[in-house]
């Protein structure tokens, strides 16, 4: 663990600098204080870095510029959600057009039909169903596990994150399972519906699931909400191999690891998972989420859904999800924007990223590493690549990454908040990148010196 004696000195300054020049955000925030809870519109933006959040004025393709006239190059892309860039010109025509038309009308739209072709095309699952976020599609899909298997519990990996969905908050404090620290009104205990293993140990998923009360795993194919955390070789296979074996669903997450080609890390590397969700970039910003199923999955649902009266009390689905502009918005968004030539412009940035935080981590012989996964970077503050999110989160220092973070807004570049994240999108130029290579590197001489 790299000690900066001074941190407190520099954070100190970038703080004031922040401040000197953010006042229409800083005049902004107190003002919210009154109309809204905390002064922020979600909770976790009291988090942001500057001690009040940078109030945004417009936003195109990879920049924004805020309240205040200031101008940066946007790496967190609204963590993901922006992927695409911001109002990519095919998504904001399509939406334009398409709301004309109508935005909700709880019928389909013969997009639907185009978009559940696409998405099977590029992830290999055949029938799919719409939501309105990523965090919907995982509750949907965890319920549907749990009323195909008949089997209360879920799995998940320590320190991942799936959206806003209540069963996934949870961690191991020694062998216990207990609500994640900040868990805000938890229903029940976590032990009562999840299980916890720790990422890459195949062992303790196999003996977890052997209790036989286990629906379904969810997991990111790679963790990338603590850091990076890659699978090690065969992880996948065991994971595969022990779901099949117990009658346990998997289901795969690709909201963020979309970023590691068209059809996500499912169909870079072979997955085949049972259900698979989605959100985030997928309709440019604008919300949607979506859940597919292998053929075997759905066939089995179709059997057991109900089909009569009570088909409207099944706790899926909602009066906005699958309406006919996030519709539209995504088969634009696929069609046009999110391509194979867009993700090859994409990855080669990712690369390019990764060199340049490389380099500086090597002249200024710093402990940290950093890692990537198609077009998204992150750099972490220990040496080595952690196998499990306990690792990663262990190397967490508040400080520095608030050091960092606000050392690049300052700066005039917008990183993913809490940690240290970039993501590259198709209107990502290699400047852009030669940008944050050169603010990461006077940052690395400062905390140095
Ligand atoms: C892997 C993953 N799944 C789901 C979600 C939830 O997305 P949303 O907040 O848009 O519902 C997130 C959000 O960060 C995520 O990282």
Known sequence: MLTVPHLDDLLARELERFQREHPRSRALAREAQQSLL????????????GGFPVFAAEAEGARFRDVDGNEYVDFCLGDTAAMTGHSPEPTVRAVAEQARKGITLMLPSEDALWVGRELGRRFGLLRWQFALTATDANRFAIRLARELTGRPKILVFNWCYHGSVDETFATLDGEKVVARDGNVGPPVALAETTRVVEWNDGEAL??????????????????TNIGIVHPEPGFHDVLREATRRTGTLLIVDETHTLCAGPGGYTAEHGLEPDMLTIGKAIA??????????????????????????????GGIGGTVA???????AMRATLA?????????????????????VAAVIERYDLPWHVTRL?????????????????????????ELDRFIHLYALNRGILL?????????????AAADVDLHSAVFSDAARELSG
């Open 206 to 223: 196999e003996a977890e699931l052997a209790h036989g009360d286990v629906a379904c795993v969810l997991t990111e194919p790679v963790l």
């Open 38 to 49: 905390a002064g922020v519109p979600m909770p976790w933006m009291i988090r942001w870095a």
């Open 416 to 428: 993913t908040p809490f940690h240290s994240m970039a993501l590259m999108s198709p209107a990502t």
């Open 336 to 356: 046009e924007v999110l391509t194979d030539d867009a993700f090859t412009h994409m990855i080669n940035l990712g690369e390019r990223f990764e060199a340049g």
């Open 374 to 398: 198609g077009c998204r970077v992150e750099y972490l503050f220990r040496p080595d690549r952690p196998r499990t999110g306990s690792q990663a989160a262990a190397a967490g220092n508040v």
């Open 284 to 313: 440019g910003g604008i919300p949607a989420g979506a859940y597919g199923f292998s053929a075997d999955v759905a066939d089995r649902l179709e059997e057991v859904l109900p089909r009569d009266e009570r088909a409207d009390v």
């Open 322 to 328: 699958a309406n006919v502009l996030s519709l539209a």
